[in-house]
């Protein structure tokens, strides 16, 4: 088992720092984006969403460790599901009730 | 595991070791997935009611921009420290795994004390539970969200109390990454609290 | 004083009622009667430290089938009583306000007390023995699904003599379910009972997918894994995706009961419809993932006495996989009457791309059956009549996807037949056939054949005498959950006939449960390790499996594999024992159960101080669980020398 740890791929301070930026950008730009009224809004309603669903790859990729889990097929297939049944009860209820 | 001993070194012996960690942390990523789906029902419910205010106040007259970009940042750091705890776990040193975990408590202790505090001026102000279906679907998205914070902060009290009495071992090791992650996780849903509802709120 | 205590206990139990103080009587004296057993017997220690406490995947399913067939006999009874009222016009046999709480608490049972329960009998008595596991992923987790299921399932069932029985509905449709309408405990009741077990479903889902994932015998690829494991796996998927969906909309629900929030309400910019939306969005994938174990069973069944291996494997198991994302699409059919008539048009079509793959299944089995050597042993024959029952289901599940049509047939007798035509004819028989299957191999001991021959008829016969007519009354316009109706209706004689159908299927249950005590009594333990000449893992150990399953992991190379190995004379293993690690016993999933228990009582009658005092409990159990680190040991190898020597295991 010891060695078999030896072999995955570590993670290292400097992804968690990069994760770490790159997610209070992430967060800074659509704050201020809103707070200013800068955009219209069809096109600010897309950037704000946009931003948040980057955060989310962000997180995953850089501090939730999936890359190095050995069972990550299994885990981005239940992921991809799982945004798909996300999708439906979000935007489907959404449809469903808006009549 | 320690009272094995011979058995293990022979690799043919796989049945030993379906590897207990990593298919308990497989299991804790499922459940994470099943969660998900909890958190977009509420979210849901939020777009659904979102604009029945039913005569009572509204998500711009209600919010504060200061606080909850508060709540925003601290969350965001506090995923940032527990992930430098689980780099200790790596390098295998207990004391750098428990000091940044006690920092992601404290932060996470004053987020929830922050979010108390907004709820609290909110229904001071006359807007509760009852008061409109928009103020429903807000208090239980945000405070179910809220409730799974405070359990993580107990869970993880509870892990570095384990860490400081048995250091890292194959279980111990386990369970940080296993609150580790479901501290990202929590942030994750955060982040679309923050998007959804104020951000959104306050346009 | 004296007076306050009379009002309370008034309101506290349900009073009044012949059929509630009967109810009460026997309750009592049942408790009576199993105190004094185990008392006598000295069997309590036994009970705790052989059942209550253990983590092993085979007793826990022994336990859940104990669970759902009392279950299926409360729920078979308040159809009776139904079927009783309805039997005549003008009866007043059960006024309506208890009608009410009767089709109620049917449904409710039927669905998540009796067929949920049976699934996860199944799983637990077969996944880990088919896929060569010495028990699941998380043995504790399991008995906590278990313990929780159970004691939700009191929790509900005790809302028959204490405090009132809810009334809104097999799924508590809102606002009629809001306290505006339904004061008290009864709809609290439903809310807890199902949160509760709602809580196992999910640790199951979870349990038994990771199970299959990843706790195979070496050499099993997916690709050849039994088809009922298939089966399972999709149904978990369905459950760890769709049983947050019920968490959330009865929490929902209760926030708007006890801290009045207004999601449903018809003040306060709430929306009922929006309750119906939720509730069908798990609905229908839940009634998807209690249907596909059964196909898993009659895949297995199928092949076993077909002597051949199941036909068209891939298309099986992509079948399997499409109907559980697909059922996650078609949730608006269920309220078609309600909806716009865009969404209606789209979702009248994913509900008929669900029935192809269903289809797909069907025709699968019958070639399989196709120049088979068809054998009739009881399994085969539930899956026989299994196929044309479920045919016609499917038939009117169709014609009720038409929209258009469907503002005709909804909410009539034609819709009732329609699903009992797919739950009793697909899931029931599906899971009567698997346990009729794997009996032997979990008992030790086969059932007495003749008998169950009688409760297969009887079933049978029962079950179209039942709703053949309902179809008939839907035309003629009878409405659902009506409590009595005219002469001048013209119903009277298919109501009557239908009435019939359902006493010959109680009567069925009676053969069963005969048939079950008569083979206690005379054990017949010829051949149990391997009665129907079977094909796959399960089968190559013997009855009942030691705890530990397989003294030695099998390799597996064929799909099929223990037919394989027969075939090739392959089945000697060498006995090159190693220590097994094994999961202890453990009281904690039973008191955290309890916990959860107390929980629910205090927030049913909205004692807020007893509802925290379960959380603590519950709270606590966690938090005990987490910090105890001794949790495995380790069989030594002569004492696993010893067992297989007993039970002439690995031939
Ligand atoms: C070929 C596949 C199927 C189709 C096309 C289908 C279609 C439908 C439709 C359109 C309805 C709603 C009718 C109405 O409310 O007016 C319905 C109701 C129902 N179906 Fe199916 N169905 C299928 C299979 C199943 C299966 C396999 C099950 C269960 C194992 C099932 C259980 C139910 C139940 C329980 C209801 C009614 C629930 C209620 O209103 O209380 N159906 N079905
Ligand atoms: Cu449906």
Redesign the pocket.
Known sequence: MTTEKHTEHHSSFQSYVTGFLFSIVLTIIPLVLVLNDMLENPLLLVIILLAACFQFVIQIYYFMHLRENKNRGYIVLALIVGIIIVVTVVGGSAWVMNF | MSQSTAGKIDHHNEEEHHDTSSIKIFGFWIFLISDLILFSVLFATYVVLRTRYSGGPTGAELFEVPIFVAETFILLTSSFTSGLATLGLQQGKVKTVINWLIVTVVLGIAFVGLEVTEFITLVEEGATISTSAFLSAFYVLVGTHGLHVSAGIIWMISTIFQLSRYGITEETNRKTQVVSLYWHFLDVVWIFIFTVVYLLGVM | MIESIKNFSSDFFVTGDPLIYGADVSIVLVMVAIIFVLTYFKKWKWLWSEWLTTVDHKKIGIMYLIASLLMLFRGGVDAILMRTQLAFPNMDFLPSDKYNEIFTTH?TIM?LFMAMPLMFALFNMVVPLQIGARDVAYPFLNAVSFWTFFFGAMLFNLSFVIGGSPDA???SYAPLSETQFSEGPGQNYYIWGIQISGIGSLASGINFLVTILKMRAPGMKLMKMPMFSWSVLSSCIIIIFAFPILTVTLGLLFIDRYFGANFFTLAGGGNPMYYVNLIWMW??PE??L??LPAFGVFSEVVATFSKKKIFGYKSMVFALLSISLLSFF?WV?????MADYKVDAFFAIT??A??IP?GVKVFNWMFTMFRGRIQMKPPMLWTIAFIPT?LV??????M??VAPA?FQ????YF?IA??HQ??IG??VFGFFSGIYYWWPKIFGFSLNEKLGLWAFWLWNIGFYVTFMPQYALGFMGMP?RVSTYGWDMGWAPLNFISTIGAFLMGAGFIFQVWQIVYSIKHRNKEGAADPWDGRTLEWSIPSPPPEYNFAIIPKVSEQDDWWYKKQKGLTKVKEDYKPIHMPKNSGIPFIMGGFWFITGFGLTFEWTWMGIIGLIGVATSIVVRHLDNDTDYYIPVDEIERTEARIGGTR
Do not use: E
């Not at chain 3, 059919?333 to 009457?337: I, W």
């Not at chain 3, 047939?409 to 009539?412: A, D, F, G």
């Open positions: 449904g669905i509905g097999w799924l609905g229908h009634v998807y209690v249907v078609t059919h269920h309220f078609f009457t509900t008929m669900i029935a269903t479920f289901g499917g038939a009117t599940g169709v009720l996807a469907d047939y909804h909410n009539s819709l329609h699903f797919v739950l697909g899931v659902r």
